[in-house]
């Protein structure tokens, strides 16, 4: 039995004041739900003022990208070792930093080894753009990610990381995959994916979410099918009301 996990990635929202003010609002919403994991993934610059809002919550916090290398000459850049002991969890590879920031298939892969080295738990985010999904590539460009972003990696640390499946046409547009649709993806070109470089057992643990305009509306129907194990969730973990509606359908 998979245990959910709803993450909430706040991107580049939220000054560290106003952060703070949320996470306070979130530990008053969700902080007694159990039976969910629960992470909110606020911009770099608020995670050490948010950390102490959140401990003894329950409720997790992770930063939205990372750097590879320990340290050295690399300007705005952040590392694993710098993140660790602020945060537990890391998203990498977002739609956002492969279409805007250069991330590639080669970077995901050293950012989410990276994580791992340091005992960091990556959301590791995969997803096909509008185009491909018109043209039927889904399949084939999910799976070469997922693929990709595994390379070198032991089924031990496989096993540690979280990968979110996100369409890049339901980001932030308000038109989500349909519940069978998300699953079909999660199913057949992800976990069978997984199966395939690390058999079934760890297929069977790794938790797979979906994200993409998950909202309080459609959390359940989605949360609902058998391979989805959770959610990414935008625009919607903005406000605490909506993502408190998205936990609880999870728990
Ligand atoms: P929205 O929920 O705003 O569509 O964003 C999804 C997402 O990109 C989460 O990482």
């Known amino acids: 039995m998979r245990t959910k996990i709803i993450a909430g990635n706040w991107k ?7 952060a703070v003010a949320l996470a306070q609002a979130l530990v008053a919403e969700i902080g007694s739900v159990s039976g969910v994991e629960r992470v909110i993934v606020p911009p770099f610059v608020a995670l050490a003022g948010v950390a102490p809002v959140l401990a003894g919550s329950g409720i997790g916090l992770g930063a939205q990208n990372l750097h590879w290398a320990d340290s050295g000459a690399y300007t705005g850049e952040v590392s694993a070792p ?38 960091l738990t990556p959301i590791v985010c995969v997803g096909e753009t509008l185009a491909q999904y018109e ?69 069977a643990a790794l938790r797979i979410q979906y994200g993409g305009s998950v909202t309080a509306a459609n959390a359940a129907e989605l949360l609902a099918q058998p391979d989805i194990d959770g959610a990414l969730v935008g625009g919607a973990s903005l406000k605490a009301a909506d993502f408190g509606v998205i936990v609880r359908a999870a728990a």
Not at 12 to 18: F, G, L
Not at 93 to 103: A, K, T, V
Not at 164 to 182: L, Q, S
């Open 12 to 18: 580049m929202n939220k000054t560290p004041a106003e």
């Open 82 to 119: 710098m993140l660790k002991g602020l945060c537990q969890y890391v998203v990498i590879g977002h739609s956002e930093r492969r279409q805007y920031f250069g991330e590639t298939d080669e970077s995901v892969n050293k950012k989410t080894r990276a994580a791992l080295t340091h005992g």
């Open 135 to 203: 043209a039927g590539e889904t399949g084939a460009v999910v799976s070469g990610q997922v693929k990709a972003a595994f390379a070198e990696i032991p089924a031990a640390d496989a096993l540690k990381t979280v990968i979110a499946y996100e369409p890049i046409w339901a980001i932030g547009t308000g038109r989500a995959a349909t519940p069978e649709g998300a699953n079909a993806v999660i199913a057949d070109h992800i976990r069978a994916v997984i199966a395939g470089l690390y058999g079934a057992d760890v297929a």
